[in-house]
T-cell receptor, first 112, second 117 residues
């Protein structure tokens, strides 16, 4: 199993540009989520999904959209990039509510 | 409201010495508690969790954590530190009594552990 994969690993955007961060898992996990990691702030949940066709907002959803058309994929879209979105983004998946999360390697995004 | 605190930004330990990384939490009901480790330029990896049962939980890489309900703490420990243990450690909590579909964990800010040879 590849686990949780994310692409790209690095990305530089200009303010106002849009892009999609890709996330895929091959463990047949129902739960998937997107976090951003900023220094001294731990992880903050952006959006999450409890199954295909079901998504919901986390703690910091503004400026981001998600969709979950399949169990495997959970892309994160930045609609109009802003410097405040400069961060490291992690995708994670888990099998059940009390289970451990599996994290992807992260995408380091810089918005100029 | 749920919350978790890691009071130390950084912990420095000499190799071979015991280490402790502190975590305290606040939930209304009973907690799910987790520890994750993040090595440089990598994603987070699961170390251990407490849901119920024995207060001493053993996890990966020789780490263990003790759940203390009266002190609302879940400190991470290892008897003998290795240089390779140097990483960023995160504590996370969820109130398992919450009846909602949001399985969100509340994450601490992280503690940088530095093991010196």
């Amino acid at each position: 199993n590849a686990g949780v994969t994310q692409t790209p690993k690095f990305q530089v955007l200009k303010t106002g540009q849009s892009m999609t961060l890709q996330c895929a898992q091959d463990m047949n996990h129902e739960y998937m989520s997107w976090y951003r990691q900023d220094p001294g702030m731990g992880l903050r949940l952006i959006h999450y999904s409890v199954g295909a066709g079901i998504t919901d907002q986390g703690e910091v959803p503004n400026g981001y959209n998600v969709s979950r058309s399949t169990t495997e994929d959970f892309p994160l879209r930045l609609l109009s990039a802003a410097p405040s979105q400069t961060s490291v983004y992690f995708c994670a998946s888990k099998l059940a509510i009390g289970g451990e999360q599996f994290f992807g390697p992260g995408t380091r995004l810089t918005v100029l | 409201a749920q919350s978790v605190a890691q009071p130390e930004d950084q912990v420095n330990v000499a190799e071979g010495n015991p280490l402790t990384v502190k975590c305290t939490y606040s939930v209304s009901g009973n907690p799910y508690l987790f520890w994750y480790v993040q090595y440089p330029n990598r994603g987070l990896q699961f170390l251990l969790k407490y849901i119920t049962g024995d207060n001493l939980v053993k996890g990966s890489y020789g780490f263990e954590a003790e759940f203390n309900k009266s002190q609302t703490s879940f400190h991470l420990k290892k008897p003998s530190a290795l240089v390779s243990d140097s990483a960023l450690y995160f504590c996370a909590v969820r109130d398992w009594g919450l009846m909602d579909s949001n399985y969100q964990l509340i994450w601490g800010a992280g503690t940088k552990l530095i093991i010196k040879p």
